[in-house]
């Protein structure tokens, strides 16, 4: 066999994509064995090895970014997202006083207009929040190291979950905005979490709150983390039918979420958070007032 016959079969043993990216990233096409037709190298096989490898964190980083956004790995979350995040909880977890308190809400009002709104629940509890904060502003504050810092502009950071982790989107100005608009604006920003690179960095900074809900994945409860500076973050819990007793002692179903603050004990104390989640609570139980421009 003459020396261009040999060449000829090496390259047609290995796809030209596959062989592309296996000089991107490093890999020894002869340590690799193809699994297309007649053992040709393909561009699966390169992938795998560069999963099972030790690769140079330089080439790693520069086969991410040229990676197509229309066919990504199949619910691979971003480790650069989750070790940013790991990091700012930490820092969160071992830095921040947290204390925890949670209150029951009737829904029942809200699940009855959003559906004639054409809004969601999230939606309501954004809107609820924005006002609440207006109403206690050193909720709505930071820690600058020394005190806390009451904010002007309510800008509540909304935890999204994607397939490549976990970001915090942020509704800029909530406390001017309808109801309407805040559904408009969140969908919008929750779009473009789920459509990785669309979310700027404008759209991910100067949170001044920030709300997270589980709801959907049939959490009842829970307490989140804070992000630094912010002072507070809001859970929010499913909602689910309960017996309750009304007012002249008789049971009754309502439709029951439960809603928990965290809060940094050195910008508050317990009763400046009842205090925040009993307005939270008056607006959500009457909802109709939300619907107002």
């Known amino acids: 066999m003459t020396e261009s016959e040999k060449a000829e079969g090496a390259t047609s043993r290995v796809s030209p994509a596959a062989r592309k990216l296996a000089v991107e990233l490093g890999i020894d096409l002869d340590s690799l064995h193809g699994s297309g037709p ?17 690769i140079d964190g330089n080439k790693q980083t520069a086969y991410q970014q040229k990676v197509s956004l229309t ?70 504050a930071t820690w600058n190291g020394e005190q806390g810092v009451e904010l002007p502009d309510v800008n509540i950071a909304i935890a999204a979950a994607t397939d490549r982790g976990l970001y915090y989107p942020v509704l800029h100005n909530c406390h001017q905005l309808s109801l309407l608009q805040i559904g408009e604006n969140s969908r919008v920003l929750a779009n473009k979490a789920a459509n990785n690179g669309q979310l700027t960095e404008a759209d991910m900074s100067g949170g001044t709150f920030t709300i997270t809900n589980m709801g959907m994945l049939g959490v009842e409860s829970f307490g989140a983390i804070i992000t630094p500076p912010q ?34 004990h050195r910008v508050l104390d317990g009763a400046d958070a009842a205090e925040f989640l009993g307005t939270l609570k008056s607006y959500l139980e009457a909802p109709i007032v939300l619907t107002e421009t």
């Not at 007649?38 to 030790?54: M, N, P, T, Y």
């Not at 199949?74 to 790991?86: D, F, G, M, N, T």
């Open 231 to 264: 002072a507070a973050v809001l859970s929010v819990g499913s909602v689910k039918g309960e017996v309750v007793v009304d007012g002249q002692g008789e049971p009754n179903v309502a439709l029951m979420m439960r809603l928990t603050l965290s809060a940094d």
């Open 71 to 140: 066919n990504p790995p199949e619910r691979e979350k971003s480790i650069k997202v989750r070790r940013l995040l790991a990091r700012k909880m930490e820092k969160a977890w071992q830095t921040i006083p947290h204390f925890y308190v949670t209150i029951a809400v009737d829904m029942t009002d809200v699940v009855r207009l959003r559906h004639d709104l054409g809004v969601t629940i999230n939606d309501f509890v954004l809107a609820a929040s924005a006002r609440a904060l207006v109403e206690h502003p050193w909720v709505n």
């Open 38 to 54: 007649q053992g040709r190298i393909v561009l699966a096989d390169i992938e795998r090895s560069r999963a099972s490898s030790d």
